[in-house]
T-cell receptor
Framework: GQQLNQSPQSMFIQEGEDVSMNCTSS?????WLWYKQDPGEGPVLLIA?????ELTSNGRLTAQFGITRKDSFLNISASIPSDVGIYFC??????????FGTGTSLTVIP | GAVVSQHPSRVICKSGTSVKIECRSL??????MFWYRQFPKKSLMLMAT?????????EQGVEKDKFLINHASLTLSTLTVTSAHPEDSSFYIC?????????????FGPGTRLTVT
């Protein structure tokens, strides 16, 4: 299946700092999702985007659907220790199938 | 609401045996369920999509005779890894899409760690 490229692959930041990560694809998508996965658990949905250019917030999280429909960005403001985990983007063109990004591992140092 | 469970959470089996993993939607009817495979520190790779009452659709490169999927009811899908080998060791995660819900909405189970010795 398709795979999306996420960057950075990993991040080590101080508590209170802002975080930015992005996801790019060679294919156009109609829906972008952002998930967080804790070790040994399934992913949990953070934000869903379904219109090019859309900017959506969920608390300290903000995500944008790129105008080209080939990328998406996730920002986390004022990070806290519980933000630690792996963040995945996922894209869908049509139908039910989603394809996941390579993941960004976030470590927050208290 | 929208809870998805998987059973077992961990399983160790011997090479050559078969293992069945269950995925259940506990408080909603799932018209579509998805099976993913995840290697350590890697992304989720979609293996197959199963719709209740019909054959699963497998992604390119996934052996349908190796990974048998049955979606017998609106709340249960099973993945059977047949004649397992050590290279099948992985974290298997299912997700379920609620009937009538948004097309993008899927809820993930907690995953099953399979180790083949």
């Amino acid at each position: 299946g398709q795979q999306l490229n996420q960057s950075p692959q990993s991040m080590f930041i101080q508590e209170g700092e802002d975080v930015s990560m992005n996801c790019t694809s060679s294919s156009i998508f109609n829906t972008w999702l952002w998930y967080k996965q804790d070790p040994g658990e399934g992913p949990v949905l953070l934000i869903a985007l379904y219109k090019a250019g859309e900017l959506t917030s969920n608390g300290r999280l903000t995500a944008q659907f790129g105008i080209t429909r080939k990328d998406s960005f996730l920002n986390i403001s004022a990070s806290i220790p519980s933000d630690v985990g792996i963040y995945f983007c996922a894209g869908r063109y049509t139908g039910n199938q989603f394809y996941f990004g390579t993941g960004t591992s976030l470590t927050v140092i208290p | 609401g929208a809870v998805v469970s998987q059973h077992p959470s961990r399983v160790i089996c011997k090479s050559g045996t078969s293992v069945k993993i269950e995925c259940r939607s506990l408080d909603f009817q799932a018209t579509t369920m998805f099976w993913y495979r995840q290697f350590p520190k890697k992304s989720l790779m979609l293996m197959a999509t199963s719709n209740e009452g019909s054959k699963a659709t497998y992604e390119q490169g996934v052996e349908k005779d190796k990974f048998l999927i049955n979606h017998a009811s609106l709340t249960l899908s099973t993945l059977t890894v047949t004649s397992a080998h050590p290279e099948d060791s992985s974290f298997y995660i299912c997700s379920a899409r609620r009937g009538g819900g948004p097309s993008w909405e899927q809820y993930f189970g907690p995953g099953t760690r399979l180790t083949v010795t």
